[in-house]
């Protein structure tokens, strides 16, 4: 099987103790089959061995000094005597070199496992016996031979016992027989059966001396010295992108791996939200231990099996790879997660990393590491570190891209590479290197993952700009200071340090209120455009869902693919969610406010900016509003800002005839509803090929208001009252 067609000049030193550690069992096995034709001379038996009993094995069976004439037997037989005086030889021999190539620090694989797990002499030889099988099929006969069963081609435990025992071991003297207890070495709780380095196959409550003994693929291949992973394992583990390291992170990195090496096996913790460096911190302690990282996710370790099967398979892959394994409980479905992971972890033997939102308890000794955000510094040493010789080409403009996304080290790493397979597909063949550009790389922050989002909410492209908006000066200039701060967040928050003293998230949060069509999505496209971001609008009246605990399901999945994007979040109808609270009288009102409280949690936790819209600001709890940064109304329009919307709304280029703007701006309509007026005016004017005139405007305008539920009153159509009441 696996060294079966290996040849001696091509082994590696892994292979070569392996044959070595096999060459002994074989020895072994030698002496025992002489022993046992001993026994069986004298019956007349013939070809029915294995089925009749002759009376002389019953005999020596039942000598109860059978253990000590077998010793006996391989002292004064010749053939055994040299078996038994070539085996001290070749195995003293073996256990010099292996004390020397632990203290050099180059063990072969078998070795380095019986150190991994504490294994002494006769368990290590157990392993190459139960093991024997799958590196070398023709013990599977030997195994049948001596077990009188041509079936039996596996060891059981009472073939292992009687194998190794009839061995000198440390202690014993030069002629006595050592003896160990088989459950001692194959019970359930025993370092061979607990880290599943051996199987034991027989009925439950069956006695261990008749279970057969045999070791999985992973185990065999491990003791050859190859790389590989259980494939149960493999499939729990997520794709990492290694993430370049920053200042902060290596220093945690130094502290806590010696803490770990200084007070043995224990949980790490890291608590923090979202892409914060977790897994670049497991990755530098991995390396700082001489341990391969891996990550894990909590559904995946959830969906595998019992906590104590999947806890018993963490800890023999990290003992025979050996690895650092990073549980990362992402906050899908925090509750179910968290007890799974904390059932694999307390049954673990060995050290583990658990990065998670809150702090875990368990009763495993638990060190804690809080993970801060990224500031800008540092996000702009992790850019330059994973777009290389580019990154300092530009890092003079890359406040440009820490300033708009406010991404950890992970997303900056997926981000850069997909920046930079864009300009390879720009630049083609006809340059020698492609060169990455901000733009490459604010589209790569943009769109990169936008496919993700745009499942969850619906995207906006923005179109407008300060032009096509009229708002009082006031208000205009609430909304040119969300741009600014949004520009110049790294500038205050990094440079100027006011980042450190912000107990609350680094996002930034608004609400507009106003009437329907006053402008309050206009204003985010604005912005929008303005920051060069995409806009996201999702409809709260839409997310709040009738069964309990979906609503903050559904919010979560929404925030957790919109920090990959840096996307604004436009949440319009927020007074679904944002109205006073009321008294909590059954459980779809106690989990109303739940679902609140999460949506302002998250609201501060978002790196990016959220806008939340209402129509009726006097519905919003005051205890909400005043944890918002910005508040910013849009009156109804006046005749003079009703007049200035007219003069915008219809393009030059269209044909116009006899058009009264006063008139037109006595109308009391929204923004919005100028707009729709305008556009329907101009299909029906286009379907008759006539110029966009008055009658048109005020046929469009006497729809509108049926729409909107007015009446079309003299007042405010004047001369165009009559005109406005007939059919056009």
Not at 363 to 388: S, T
Not at 424 to 442: C, H, I, K, P, Y
């Amino acid at each position: 099987m696996i060294l079966q067609d290996a040849q001696p000049g091509a082994q590696t030193l892994h292979e070569r103790w392996l044959h070595a550690r096999l060459a002994c069992l074989r020895l072994r096995l030698r002496r025992r089959c002489l022993w046992m034709k001993s026994m069986w001379e004298g019956g007349s038996v013939g070809g029915f061995r294995g089925s009749v009993i002759p009376g002389t094995e019953v005999d020596a069976l039942l000598d109860a000094d059978c253990r000590e004439r077998e010793l006996l037997f391989y002292a004064e037989d010749p053939e055994a005597s040299a078996i038994t005086a070539r085996l001290a030889d070749v195995e003293s021999a073996l256990d010099a070199e292996a004390r020397q190539l632990l203290e050099e620090n180059e063990p072969p694989a078998l070795v380095a496992i019986s150190a991994g797990f504490g294994l002494g002499a006769i368990e290590t030889d157990a392993l190459v016996m139960a093991a024997a099988n799958e590196l070398d099929p023709a013990f599977a006969r030997v195994f049948a031979y001596l077990q009188d069963d041509a079936s039996a081609t596996s060891p059981t435990g009472a073939l292992i016992w009687q194998t190794l025992s009839s061995t000198r071991v440390e202690g014993a003297g030069e002629d006595e027989l050592g003896h160990f207890d088989a459950t001692e070495f194959l019970g359930d709780s025993a370092p061979l059966r607990w880290y599943r380095l051996v199987n034991a196959d027989a009925p439950p409550a069956a006695p261990i001396g008749s279970a057969s003994f045999t070791v999985d693929a992973r185990v065999a291949i491990a003791m050859t010295g190859r790389d590989s992973i259980d494939p149960r394992l493999a499939a729990m583990a997520s794709r990492v992108i290694e993430a370049p390291a920053s200042r902060a992170i290596d220093e945690a990195a130094d502290r806590l791996a010696g803490l770990l090496a200084a007070r043995g096996p224990a949980v790490l913790n890291l608590i923090g939200a979202g892409d914060r460096g977790q897994e670049g911190l497991a990755s530098a302690i991995g390396r700082q231990l001489g341990l391969e990282f891996i990550s894990i996710d909590a559904l995946a370790l959830r969906e595998a099996g019992s906590p104590v099967s999947v806890a018993r398979l963490l800890d023999r892959e990290c003992a025979l790879t050996p690895l650092l394994p990073l549980i990362t409980i992402d906050g899908r479905d925090q509750v179910e997660d968290t007890s799974a992971v904390i059932s694999v972890v307390e049954a673990m033997h060995g050290s583990v990393v658990v990065a998670s939102v809150g702090r875990l308890s368990m009763a495993r000794r638990v060190f804690v590491e809080r993970m801060g955000r990224f500031d800008a510094e540092a996000q702009k040493a992790v850019w330059v570190g994973a777009l290389g010789a580019a990154g300092a080409e530009l890092n003079g403009e890359l406040d440009r891209v820490v300033g708009r996304f406010d991404f950890g080290p992970l997303m900056i790493s997926r981000a850069a590479r997909v920046a930079r397979d864009a300009a390879t597909m720009r630049a083609g063949s006809g340059e020698a290197s492609a060169r990455v550009g901000v733009d490459d790389l604010v589209e790569a922050c943009r769109g990169g993952f936008r496919w993700t989002l745009d499942d969850l909410a619906q995207r906006i492209d923005p179109i407008y700009d300060w032009d096509d908006i009229v708002l009082p000066d006031r208000e205009l200039g609430q909304l040119r200071e969300i741009v600014t701060h949004v520009e110049q967040r790294t500038r205050v928050l990094g440079s100027w340090g006011f980042g450190a003293k912000m107990s609350r998230g680094r996002g930034l949060n608004a609400m507009f209120a106003g009437p329907s069509g006053a402008g309050k999505t206009m204003a985010a496209e604005i912005i929008a455009k303005r920051l060069g971001l995409d806009l996201y609008r999702i409809d709260l009246a839409g997310v709040v869902n009738k069964y309990i605990g979906e609503t903050e399901k559904r919010l979560r999945s929404l925030f957790d693919a919109a920090e990959c994007t840096g996307a604004i979040l436009f949440f319009d109808e927020a007074d679904a969610l944002f109205g006073k609270r009321t008294e909590v009288k059954d459980s779809h009102d106690r989990y109303a406010n739940i679902e609140v409280s999460y949506l302002l949690q998250r609201l501060e936790e978002y790196s990016g900016l959220a806008i939340l819209a209402t129509n009726k600001r006097s519905s919003v709890d005051q205890a909400f509003l005043r944890r918002l940064r910005f508040i910013v109304d849009f009156p109804f329009p006046s005749a003079q800002d009703r007049r200035r919307i007219w003069e915008g709304v219809i393009p030059d280029r269209a044909p116009t005839e006899g058009i009264d703007l006063d008139a037109l701006a006595r109308l009391e309509v929204t923004g919005g509803n100028i707009r729709s007026i305008a556009l329907n005016a101009a299909f029906m004017a286009a379907g008759t090929s006539q110029a966009i005139g008055m009658r048109h405007l005020m046929a469009a305008a006497r729809n509108e208001y049926t729409k909107i539920e007015r009446l079309v009153n003299e007042s405010e159509f004047g001369e165009h009252y009559r005109e406005a009441r007939h059919e056009r």
